[in-house]
């Protein structure tokens, strides 16, 4: 019988997204999506800051963040 593995601890603190600003997108191709989500644990517990975002992402999804400290300031569209 295989001795079970400890579980990995993540660093991080989790997030949800509440809404996906998809009229500001970024980077070189527009993969970069600017992302409002609403903080899950932590000393920020239920404060909704903007991140900028790599990859596929829907409303609802769950995310880990490394730290709450940092926010994306808004993408100005021309």
Not at 8 to 15: I, T
Not at 16 to 43: A, F, H, M, P, Q
């Amino acid at each position: 019988m295989a001795e079970e593995q400890p579980a990995r601890q993540l660093s991080g603190y989790l997030a949800e997204i509440v809404e996906i600003n998809n009229k500001s997108k970024t980077g070189i191709y527009g993969e970069i999506y600017s992302v409002s989500c609403r903080i899950l644990e932590g000393k920020d517990k239920g404060r909704i800051i903007r991140r900028n975002m790599l990859g596929p992402a829907r409303v609802g999804d769950v995310i880990r963040l490394p730290d709450t400290s940092r926010e994306a300031k808004e993408i100005r569209v021309k």
